[in-house]
């Protein structure tokens, strides 16, 4: 017998405690095989210690430390996305509670507004930024000048940027120069490059949605903290494919 057997929490207890469902429903999630812990599937009877454990269920990451925040943030223009800045100018971070300490997922460029997750979550941070689980972004941008539809077209099947082409995007104008573009790469700077190479530099960028979050009563500079059913949707948006068609 292991020292996870009989040290830390019961996992059945851990998941009820952070809403994934009764007591009862936790303990079947557990007997079905759904629930990894470490990469292992889980037996009922495990305990787990919630510091350091990774726990996964239907391949999307649980996180069960007591400390963990998860805060949607509207990025107003004019503040940076790091903790600190040389330059003295506002961070992101200066715009949350200070305690426990969190760090942006992803970036926005200094004159780049809208939705940005702060966290201490580093393993669902990890896979909301890495390229393999291709997390939607969606942005709005004004533009200079209007699109044509071929333009859109490009948009659509890829730009050549130098750093190689983009993967396909979604690409609509909302008005003839409002331009709504959803993409799943995280380049620097990557739309606003995009429109350059199309001829319509951006005049303002808003990034609308991260994955399932969105939010159109956020005001710049305000923040939340996640909802449970936020959370337990964006942890599933960053489930391991295998996990997520059961092979």
């Not at 812990?37 to 305990?47: F, I, K, M, S, T």
């Not at 780049?112 to 702060?118: F, K, P």
Request: glycine content about 10%.
């Amino acid at each position: 017998m292991d020292a996870a057997s009989h040290e830390g929490e019961r996992l059945q207890k851990v998941l009820a405690r952070v809403g994934i469902g009764s007591r009862r429903v936790c303990e079947d999630l557990i007997a079905e095989g759904r629930v990894l812990v470490d990469g292992e599937v889980a037996v009922l009877g495990r305990r787990v210690d919630v510091e350091t454990a990774l726990i996964e269920l239907d391949g999307a990451p649980i996180g069960v430390r007591p400390d963990l925040v998860h805060y949607l943030l509207n990025k107003p223009a004019g503040v940076v996305t790091t903790a600190d800045d040389p330059e003295g100018r506002p961070t992101v971070v200066g715009l949350v509670p200070t305690e426990p300490r969190v760090f942006p997922v992803g970036r926005l460029d200094f004159g780049t507004e809208g939705l940005l997750l702060l966290t201490n979550d580093g393993e669902l941070a990890h896979r909301l930024t890495h390229p393999s689980f291709g997390v939607e972004k969606e942005y709005v941008a004004e533009l200079q000048g209007s699109p044509s539809r071929a333009t859109l077209r490009r948009l659509r099947e890829g730009i050549e940027l130098d750093d190689g082409v983009t993967a396909p995007a979604r690409a609509a104008l909302l008005e003839p120069s409002v331009l709504r573009l959803t993409i799943h790469e995280g380049r620097n700077r990557q739309v606003r490059r995009m429109c350059d190479a199309i001829g319509h530099p951006v005049v303002r960028l808003i990034r609308t949605r991260i994955g399932p979050l969105a939010d159109r009563s956020l005001t710049p500079g305000a923040w939340r903290e996640l909802t449970g059913d936020e959370l337990r949707s964006l942890q599933r948006a960053v489930a391991v494919p295998e996990a997520q068609s059961g092979g």
